[in-house]
């Protein structure tokens, strides 16, 4: 109830929520507290979430935030968000996104752009989260949730958590079901929380994983008790510092909170060893190549006869073209675009096969680095503390926003686990966050180390 009321009195200036469920929270909330009368709670009982738009929700607005989606309500539950409400936690409504998960700012989405709660010092100019999941980064921070559900194809869980002063992990490819959420990069998407602490992620991460027959990329290993990490020692942990992070203008702040986060951990006993990814400068364009190609075909399925919109048209070719070019919008037509060309014929072995060529090699230089006894290496989230709303050279330049993602995309194209920790704050008083990358399946090193940094 307190929620709801909170949603209702913030909602309209922050725009994280494009649909509240109040009564199904109710619901879920009276549910919850026989339950808890009878004795039986679950690990989230009564715990109450926000939900990004791009997972299915049974009879509830699911339309990741596009128009081509319209009044879409699945009549299934994905297996994520299912795997909550059995652990008892508690609905309160769908958050905003950008449109298909694809942005860094979340101003593609059909129902506008998110504030982030955050302000600069001495400024009243609105910023943005960050994206995709920036209604997800903005409701933890604002209070209007407890934790939420996001997704990373290239960053969109860690990105909008180090925008906003959140925790955010992006989970090994493979820990979470991805069946009902609504794919975008289907090699690439994860799905993962965005939380206000630490703990939080560790005991939201336990729920949400699970192998699941119905995704045959989930990984049936056991799914360890994430919280019982926190507070073990990382002594002796070895943390890699790769050289090629240190990228060109990149600002003095983000330098001088990377050197902070070495030095804490250095002081809780762990080894600092600089390592080297020598690949990490192809990463950004061979993700602008897989993702929009692994788009495109995903994105196919939007016809004007399975879901949502529908325009009228003279034939069914006629009716499929006007659909799709007044459902999407034009960060969605970009991709589609960008995507069928690498995947012409033609032009295939030059963009996409090379581009997955590259892919092979960033994952080595990982591989490598692990080889040699890292545990878990330490970056930067981002480039930058949240910019403005409306940013122009952005606007005018699509790539100066895809710049965003060049610390998160490549683990991305790894399938590693990556976390954002707030670690700081910049000049103007806005967060900053340290990404953590670890092993394959190795959540906890991840949970246990941002615990030393928060
Ligand atoms: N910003 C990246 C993109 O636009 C990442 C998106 C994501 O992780 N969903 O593709």
């Known amino acids: 109830g307190a929620y709801v009321a909170a949603i209702e009195a913030a909602n309209a200036s922050i725009n994280a929520y494009v649909a509240v469920t109040s009564e199904q929270a109710l619901e879920m909330a009276k549910a919850s507290d026989a339950r808890r009368a009878s004795g039986q709670t679950g690990a989230l009982e009564g715990i109450p979430l926000g939900i990004k738009d791009l997972y299915a929700t049974e009879g509830v607005h699911t339309q990741a935030c596009s128009h081509i989606l319209d009044g879409f309500q699945p009549r299934y539950e994905s297996t994520v968000t299912a795997n909550l409400w ?5 609905m309160l409504g769908k958050l905003n996104m950008d449109e298909f998960a ?9 129902y506008g752009p998110v504030i982030n709660p955050w302000r600069a010092e001495g400024s009243t100019a609105d910023l943005v989260p960050g994206g995709s999941s920036g209604g997800s980064a903005a409701a933890v921070a604002a209070n209007l949730c407890v934790a939420a559900t996001a997704t990373d194809t290239g960053g969109s869980i860690r990105q909008p958590a180090a925008f906003t002063g959140t925790v955010g992990i992006k989970p090994t490819y493979g820990r979470c079901s991805r069946w009902g959420i609504v794919a975008f990069a289907s090699s690439l998407d994860q799905a993962g929380p965005i939380t206000r602490d630490v703990r939080d992620a560790a005991i939201m991460l336990k729920s949400m994983a699970s192998v699941d027959d119905k995704d045959t990329t989930s990984v049936d290993l056991p799914v360890p008790d994430y919280e019982a990490s926190l507070g073990q020692s990382v002594k002796g942990l070895k943390i890699g510092i790769p050289r090629e992070y240190r990228v060109e203008g990149m600002p003095a702040e983000i330098e001088a909170l990377w050197q902070q986060g070495i030095a804490w951990l250095k002081d809780a ?43 009228q048209g003279r034939d069914i070719t006629d009716m499929y073209e006007k659909t799709r070019a007044a459902g999407f919008g034009t960060e969605v037509k970009r991709r589609i675009m960008i995507g069928t060309y690498v995947l012409s014929a033609g032009y295939y072995d030059a963009y996409y096969l090379r581009a997955q060529k590259v892919r092979t090699l960033i994952k080595r230089d990982f591989e490598t680095a692990f080889h040699d006894g890292i545990d878990a290496i330490l970056t930067p989230a981002t480039p930058s503390s949240a910019f403005g709303i409306a940013d122009q050279e952005m606007a005018a330049d699509p790539v100066k926003m895809y710049l965003n993602d060049i610390f998160t995309v490549t683990v991305n194209m790894a399938g590693l ?3 954002s920790v707030p670690a700081g704050r910049c000049a103007k008083g806005l967060p900053l966050g340290l990404q953590l990358i670890g092993r394959p399946f190795e959540e906890e090193t991840l949970f246990r180390t941002a615990h030393v940094i928060e």
Do not use: C, F, Q
């Not at 061979?286 to 949502?308: C, K």
């Open 86 to 90: 059995a652990d008892g936690a508690v």
């Open 102 to 110: 694809m942005g860094s700012s979340n101003e593609s989405s059909y």
């Open 269 to 311: 006993g762990a080894e600092i060893v600089d390592i080297e990814l020598p690949h990490t400068k192809y990463a950004l364009p061979a993700y602008y190549i897989v993702a929009p190609a692994e788009a495109s075909s995903n994105l196919a399925r939007y016809d004007g006869v399975r879901y949502g919109l529908r325009e």
């Open 417 to 419: 686990p990556g976390l």
